[in-house]
């Protein structure tokens, strides 16, 4: 991989080193940067030194002198305890700073940190990413950015480690905007793989070779490509968790809701992985919303 680090961005506290968050270390490391990680899991923190990396002990610890802070959290109030909480690093981090989010959260709760942030000069970035584990170890994950021109231009570096779609969606907030309305897609284009292949199976018909026909044509889709086998295969081994999903439609419900929209296609998507949850499937992969068609089709 293309070295990237440069004079002024060479070293990143990394805060959170989940299944995403770990292939992105890699990533930053294998591109020349100096990696500092923190994690509260036992488990997280012996995959770090098995992989090499330098462990902090604290957030403080993680976060002194380095030029850069990426955040990979798994929902809003941890990233307001880690930048703003007691024992957390907003009041100790120097003016200038840059925090580069990549958890994906509410986009009003990563604008009001950003507010507080502010008033010590430290410079935040949102940056949710799209693309799941493949694309956090190969590093070509998707991207989307809110902050200001300055924040966006200085995260390059360490963005261009870790992905190869990076999008500037404009003000603090709107990447999360942008991550919203990627899960919206994505969950409703899973159902409609499930159901469209549930009436497949019903009918009789070849599964593979109605999955290769549509990739021929106006329906063919990432899901279909990639997740599209799995789901013909009966396969609901974990990649992104249902648990996950169903957090990120909630985000965005809730920006429905403060906007007074109605949504029916999220509104189906979030029921049916609420249906999955309900019977004991949240932390299989998003794919197996499929056995919830299985149910809803007595086809189990």
Known sequence: MTERAVEGMSSVAFIGAGVMGRPMIANLRKSGFSVKA????????ENLRSDGVEVAETLA????????IVTMLPDTPHVQSVLLGDGGIGNILPSGMLVIDMSTISASGIQAIGEQLAKNGVELLDAPVSGGVKGA????LSIMCGGSDVAFERAQPVLSAMGTTIT????LGMGQVFKMCNQLMVGVHIQAMCEAFALCRAQGADLDLLRNTLMGGAAASWMLENLGPQVIAKDDSAGFRIDLQLKDLRLA?????EKGLALPGLAMATALYLEARAHGEGSNGNQAMFRTYDRLTNQE
Do not use: N, Q
């Open 61 to 68: 610890d993680a976060v002194e002198g380095v030029d850069a």
């Open 168 to 171: 500037h969606a404009g003000k």
């Open 137 to 140: 170890i190969g590093g070509t």
């Open 253 to 257: 419900g809730e920006a429905a809701f």
């Open 38 to 45: 923190f994690d509260l899991s036992p488990v997280a923190v």
